[in-house]
C-alpha cells in the first residue's frame, strides 16, 4: 500500500507540472480572447457561458479567478457590475500568446464566421461579414479618394461598405475620437452565401495576385490559412508588398486574393450564385475554373472546382500603399447588411468634412 500523504506531497513530474501550466496558460487566453472579441464588458457568467460555446468548460467561480489574476497582471479592467475589459496590454499579451495554438486560426475563424453568417442574396436580409479599418479624420479625404479609386477598379469585394465617424459603431467597434472607420466586406462572405446553399466550400489560401491590363494573371505569393496565426492579406498590407492603386490606375499591379474549391457538382449554382451576388452589391468572384482543372496555375482536387475570390481589403491597401496610416481588423465582426451602403457615399462624406475645413479658414 502507498502511503498516501507521501504520495501528495512528492513533486511532481517536471513534465506534468509544465502541462498544467500550459492548460492553465490556454485556460487565461481563452478568456483574454472573449474579451477581445466582446462588443463591450463581460462578466464572469456571460465569459463562461460564451466559453462553453467555444468548446472551454470552465466554471463561473474559476472564471472569476482567472480574471483576478488578470487585473493584478495589468490585461483586465475591472468595471464593477459592468463586467471586465481588455486594456491595451491585455491585447498584447493575446496577440503574442502560446503562438503555436494559433495556428491554423485563421482557417477556424473562417469556418466560424461561414457558419455564423445569415446573409440571404434573395431577400437581402440578415448579417455579412465585415473587416474593419480606421485612419484618422484629417486624412479621410485622401483616404477616400484611394478607397473609391479601388472600387470603381473592381478590386474590392463587390461595392458595399460602412462609414463610421468618430464615436460611431462598425460592426462591434466604436470608431476613435477623431478617426474614421471603414467597414467593408470580407471575401469569407462568400463562403457564408454557399454554406447556406448547401456548398461545401474549402478555403485553401490567401495570397499576391498579378494583375495584367484589368484581368489575373498569376498568383505570386500565398499563406494557406491553416498554416497562419494572422490574416495572410493582413500580412501583406503590412508588408508593402500590394500595389492596388497601381492597379486600379493602370490594370496591372499587385493585389490580395483568396483561393476557394468547391465541388464540380456544385458549379451550376456556384455560378447562378455569383451572378446573384454580383446584382445586390456583394459581388467579389474574380475566376471559376474549369471541373479538375488548375485555376492559374494552382492545382485543385478530383472533382473540384477552383473560385477566386477578390480580397476585401484591397481598398484598405491602396489607402496605406499612398503612405496614410491605418489599423485594419481582417474578419472582424458581423452586422446586418441593411446597415451597408455603396461605396459612393464615401464621397458625400470627403465633401462635408472639405466644407467645414472650408468654413474653419480665416477670412
Known amino acids: 500500500m502507498v502511503d498516501e500523504t507521501f504520495q501528495r506531497d512528492w513533486p511532481r513530474p517536471q513534465q506534468e507540472v509544465i502541462t498544467i501550466e500550459i492548460k492553465t496558460h490556454r485556460n487565461m487566453v481563452a478568456i483574454l480572447r472573449v474579451l477581445r472579441n466582446a462588443a463591450g464588458p463581460l462578466g464572469a457568467e456571460r465569459i463562461a457561458q460564451e466559453l462553453e460555446a467555444a468548446g472551454t468548460t470552465l466554471s463561473e ?3 472569476r479567478g482567472y480574471l483576478a489574476q488578470a487585473d493584478s497582471n495589468g490585461w483586465t479592467e475591472n468595471l464593477g457590475r459592468r463586467g471586465r475589459r481588455l486594456t491595451t496590454a491585455g491585447r498584447h499579451e493575446f496577440d503574442s500568446a ?4 494559433k495556428v491554423g486560426f485563421v482557417a477556424a475563424r473562417v469556418d466560424t464566421l461561414a457558419y455564423q453568417m445569415t446573409f440571404d442574396p434573395e431577400t437581402l436580409e440578415g448579417t455579412i461579414i465585415l473587416n474593419v479599418s480606421t485612419f ?17 477598379a473592381n478590386l474590392g469585394m463587390g461595392r458595399k461598405l460602412i462609414l463610421g465617424r468618430p464615436g460611431e459603431k462598425v460592426g462591434s467597434l466604436e470608431a476613435p475620437a477623431d478617426r474614421v472607420a471603414v467597414g467593408t466586406l470580407c471575401s469569407v462572405s462568400i463562403n457564408g452565401v454557399f454554406q447556406r446553399a448547401c456548398i461545401p466550400t474549402r478555403s485553401r489560401f490567401g495570397g499576391l495576385l498579378q494583375m495584367e491590363d484589368g484581368q489575373p494573371k498569376r498568383f505570386t505569393q500565398i499563406i494557406n490559412y491553416d498554416g497562419t496565426s494572422l490574416d495572410p492579406l493582413e500580412i501583406f498590407i503590412r508588408g508593402h508588398m500590394t500595389s492596388v492603386g497601381e492597379a486600379a490606375r493602370t490594370g496591372s499591379g499587385i493585389v490580395g486574393a483568396s ?10 449554382e456556384v455560378r447562378r450564385l455569383a451572378r446573384l451576388c454580383e446584382k445586390v452589391g456583394l459581388g467579389g468572384l474574380m475566376a471559376v475554373g474549369l471541373p479538375n482543372h488548375p485555376l492559374l496555375e494552382i492545382p485543385v ?21 499612398s503612405g496614410i496610416g491605418t489599423t485594419s481588423a481582417a ?11 455603396d461605396y459612393t457615399s464615401l464621397q458625400e462624406y470627403a465633401r462635408e468634412l472639405s466644407r467645414r475645413r472650408r468654413a474653419m479658414l480665416p477670412r
Open 259 to 268: 483561393f476557394r474549391e468547391v465541388p464540380t457538382v456544385a458549379l451550376p
Open 331 to 341: 474578419m472582424h465582426s458581423l452586422c446586418n447588411f441593411s446597415e451597408l451602403a
Open 136 to 152: 484618422s479624420e484629417a486624412d479621410a479625404p485622401a483616404a477616400i479618394r484611394q478607397i473609391v479609386k479601388a472600387y470603381q
Open 98 to 101: 502560446l503562438v503555436i495554438d
Open 61 to 63: 467561480r474559476a472564471v
Open 301 to 321: 482536387a478530383q472533382g473540384c472546382v477552383g473560385v477566386i475570390v477578390c480580397g476585401g481589403l484591397n481598398p484598405i491597401a491602396a489607402v496605406v500603399e
